[in-house]
């Protein structure tokens, strides 16, 4: 941690304080064993608000190929035509 103050503290004192105060509450999660982390939950709301995101982009990542792509455009623009 002393290259993190070391890098950072000149620039950003006030931020570089306030991680190291609060340095053993953010850390606690990883007190814990790794097949825990999984079922953990947080508090932080950055994290529980992009949470439903998170699920979401692993199931859609695209086509796949781009004869998908062209594929699904076709069906979305037949689609829209029969409208």
């Not at 509450?25 to 825990?36: D, I, N, Q, V």
């Not at 982390?37 to 990542?61: C, D, G, M, Q, Y």
């Amino acid at each position: 941690m002393y290259g993190f103050t070391h890098d950072y503290g000149a620039k950003y004192p006030k931020a570089v304080a306030k991680i190291f105060d609060d340095l053993d509450t953010s850390l606690e999660f990883y007190k814990y064993p790794a097949e825990h982390w999984i079922h953990l939950r947080t508090t932080n709301p950055i994290e529980s608000t992009f949470a439903t995101v998170r699920l979401r982009t692993t199931v859609t990542k695209g086509p796949g190929s781009r004869l998908g792509a062209k594929t699904t455009c076709a069906e979305r623009l037949r689609a829209c035509s029969a409208c």
